[in-house]
């Protein structure tokens, strides 16, 4: 037998003493409820409020009585007015409404999921096409949908239709280790995104033309893999990484703010490294707004696996420059 089915086999058996459960099958349409419950930043020490440059400003974990479809968030995106939407591991469309309270992230309200379509027309119906990892919302109001396992990217008319191929990386992907991130980038052009590859290569994509790698951004730091990425408003790439360690049965993360991101010297210029005993968890979705007097309002969201051991978590922080703002 070969490493990599015996590899399967264990993560199969590791998943299995986890308590994961099934990904939810069947297509789903309408509003459903989400409950949030608050996290602190450190459950055992009230008192830790912030990370370095980074104060937390509220966080929930959130479930819902109503589909068993909720769960395995992989990515967001927001409006200005706070229309949420994000899609889900098992090919959901989820949208919604944050919900602020005095600025602290309370939770997700007027929630709607929908099971995204093919270019039949029809619900995507297998894990192997519905297996969502990243999403962008254009200015026109297009969705654009990045995919692992059949790897493609998708773009979503507003005005209805089948979905259409865009261009992605031209490199080879394994099954599970795809396009995790996702991201417009408009410092770079009215239709230029970026596209973050798992083992951590990050491309700059045009609606039509091919694909250019940017080698000279940061790699994942050892043991870790790129989960997420969003370019703010002021031009920065936000890049998340994530680790599972599976001995410990814990997760890291480490988010990075990378300036100039596709200059020939990109500069990593602060980084959020959350790991226990600060809540984290599978963070698999990053959004960043600007601030009022400079910084970044940076929104986390986790991927639970749909597995009872882990949770659907999303917190938001407060990143505030050491220097002068850009």
Not at 249 to 276: C, E, W
Request: glycine share 10%; net charge negative; with cysteine.
């Amino acid at each position: 037998m070969t490493l990599r089915p015996i590899l399967f086999l264990a993560i199969g058996l590791l998943l299995q003493a986890c308590g994961a459960q099934a990904e939810p099958e069947g297509a789903v349409s309408g509003p459903i409820q989400i409950e949030s419950v608050a996290v602190r930043l450190n459950d055992a020490d009230p008192s830790v409020t912030s990370v370095g440059h980074f104060a937390y400003a509220g966080g929930v974990a959130m479930t819902s009585p109503d589909s068993d479809h909720f769960g395995g968030l992989s990515d967001l995106s927001l409006t200005k007015d706070g229309q949420i939407t994000a899609v889900t591991d098992g090919g959901d469309l989820l949208t919604g409404q944050l919900v602020l309270d005095h600025g602290k992230l309370v939770g997700i309200d007027q929630a709607s999921l929908q099971t995204l379509k093919g270019q039949d027309g029809q619900p995507l119906a297998s894990k192997r096409q519905g297996d969502a990892e990243g999403i962008v919302r254009w200015p026109n109001g297009d969705l654009m949908v990045s995919f692992e396992r059949d790897h493609r990217i998708w773009l979503y008319p507003a005005a209805g239709g089948p979905p259409k191929v865009m261009p992605k990386p031209d490199i080879a992907m394994e099954d599970n280790n795809g396009m995790e991130g996702l991201s417009l980038a408009p410092a770079q052009g009215p239709d230029a995104y970026w596209v973050g590859v798992e083992p951590g290569t990050v491309w700059l994509c045009h609606l039509k033309t091919v694909c250019a790698e940017h080698p000279n951004l940061p790699k994942p730091p050892e043991g870790f893999r790129l989960s997420a990425l969003n370019e703010a408003p002021n031009g920065d790439l936000i890049l998340l990484f994530h680790r599972w360690d599976p001995a410990q049965k814990i997760s890291r993360i480490s988010v990075q703010i990378v300036r100039q991101p596709a200059s020939t010297h990109p500069q990593m210029v602060d980084a959020l490294n959350l790991s226990p005993p600060l809540t984290v968890d599978n963070f698999e979705g990053v959004w960043a707004d600007a601030r009022k007097g400079g910084g970044l309002r940076l929104y986390l969201l986790t991927d639970d696996n749909f597995s009872k051991t882990q949770r659907n978590l999303f917190m938001a922080f407060d990143w505030t420059p050491a220097g002068p703002n850009p």
